[in-house]
Every structure is written in structure tokens, then in C-alpha cells.
């Protein structure tokens, strides 16, 4: 009997301990989310998405005009989807320190920043592929 007592008590302490969550900081994809990549609330979902405009608040280079103009729905749904969100500000990130080398080890570095990007979900592959079809011109020169 007093073998059981003792199991009794880890088993409890056991079932106490995994209810408890542990703390282990954020979450890997969360990120603080700009406001002006969120969908105005009063707005007719089944309209035409006002983000996509050319001149809207989400417009900083010809890259993003050209997103807005041709890949308007690729692009805000990743920006919708807190994942691809996320994985896009890294993107960006990344983009940006890759800037700062030669001209190979930018194609390089850029190469697998669109590699990561694009692993990250269905959202980030679909805003890619736009991107690439419609904006490779325009997109890699902000890029550079």
C-alpha cells in the first residue's frame, strides 16, 4: 500500500503539471502587424478590395503599385493571413540585408530569402508566383 501512495501523488503532481502551460516566449510567426495592410472593416467583402488602389497607404515603390494592380488578391491575402504576414516582414528583412552585398551574393541571398518566404505557406507561394509572372521587372528593381 504505500508503494501506490507515492504513485498516486506523482501521478496527480503529473496531471497538475501538464495542465500548466509553460512559458516559452512568442510564438515563432508572430510579428507586430502594420494597421495599413488590414482590410477596412466597412467595407462590401464581395466589392473590390480598396488596398489594391495605386496610390493607397500600402504603396511605398513601383514593386508594391504593381502588386496592387496585378496580384491585388495574392497580396492581401497573404497580408489577411497572419503567417504569410509575418514571413513577408521577414521577407522584407531580408531583402534588405541582402542590399547591402555584391551583386552575386545578392541573387544568392535573394534567392533563398523567396525560398523561405515562399516555404512558409499556400498564402506566401501564391503571392510569389503572382509577383514573379506579373512584377519581375518591377520587383527586382526595388529589390536592388
Known amino acids: 500500500m504505500t508503494r501506490s501512495v507515492p504513485r498516486a501523488v506523482v501521478a496527480a503532481w503529473l496531471g497538475v503539471a501538464c495542465g500548466l502551460e509553460p512559458?516559452?516566449?512568442?510564438f515563432e510567426r508572430m510579428c507586430a502587424a502594420d494597421s495599413r495592410y488590414d482590410r477596412p472593416?466597412?467595407?462590401?467583402?464581395t466589392g473590390p478590395d480598396p488596398r489594391c488602389s495605386a496610390t493607397g497607404p500600402t504603396v511605398e515603390n513601383e514593386c508594391d503599385r504593381c502588386e496592387n494592380e496585378h496580384c491585388c488578391a495574392p497580396r492581401f491575402g497573404c497580408y489577411d493571413d497572419t503567417v504569410c504576414r509575418c514571413a513577408d516582414q521577414t521577407f522584407d528583412t531580408c531583402l534588405d540585408q541582402a542590399k547591402e552585398q555584391d551583386a552575386t551574393a545578392f541573387e544568392t541571398t535573394a534567392a533563398r530569402c523567396a525560398a523561405d518566404f515562399e516555404s512558409t505557406g499556400t498564402a506566401a507561394k501564391v503571392r510569389l508566383e503572382c509577383r514573379e509572372r506579373a512584377c519581375r521587372t518591377e520587383c527586382q528593381a526595388h529589390a536592388r
Open 41 to 45: 472593416p466597412d467595407v462590401d467583402q
Open 23 to 26: 512559458e516559452v516566449g512568442e
